[in-house]
């Protein structure tokens, strides 16, 4: 059986994203409304990275992100695609928040 990085390869600058979903409890156990845990950016987890864009002068720019990361989505944006009955997102590079540590 094949992993879906395996089978959808992102090309150029784009990274494939599985999303986390955002919890729906605090650490302490309070049950937070659905609004307040799907406002504003989304974490996801990188599950595939194209190998990066090319310059004017034709070199290789890599892309910023890897295979394992934790990154900052925006709100919206991106391109949703499913595999195997599972959803992801693609974005490019550029259209990437932040890395989470």
């Given at each position: 059986?094949?992993?879906?990085?395996?089978?959808?390869?992102?090309?150029?600058?784009?990274i494939l994203?599985?999303?986390?979903?955002?919890?729906?409890?605090?650490?302490?156990?309070?049950?937070?409304?659905?609004?307040?845990?799907?406002?504003?950016?989304?974490?996801?987890?990188?599950?595939?990275?194209?190998?990066?864009?090319?310059?004017?002068?034709?070199?290789?720019?890599?892309?910023?992100?890897?295979?394992?990361?934790?990154?900052?989505?925006?709100?919206?944006?991106?391109?949703?695609?499913?595999?195997?009955?599972?959803?992801?997102?693609?974005?490019?590079?550029d259209e990437i928040l932040?890395?989470?540590?």
């Open positions: 059986m094949s992993t879906p990085a395996r089978r959808l390869l992102p090309l150029l600058d784009r994203i599985e999303k986390i979903i955002p919890k729906k409890t605090t650490p302490g156990g309070v049950l937070l409304p659905e609004s307040a845990a799907s406002k504003g950016a989304v974490e996801g987890k990188v599950v595939a990275a194209g190998p990066g864009a090319y310059s004017r002068d034709g070199k290789l720019l890599p892309t910023s992100c890897k295979v394992g990361d934790t990154v900052l989505l925006p709100e919206y944006g991106g391109t949703q695609v499913k595999v195997d009955g599972k959803e992801f997102m693609i974005f490019r590079d932040a890395k989470v540590e």
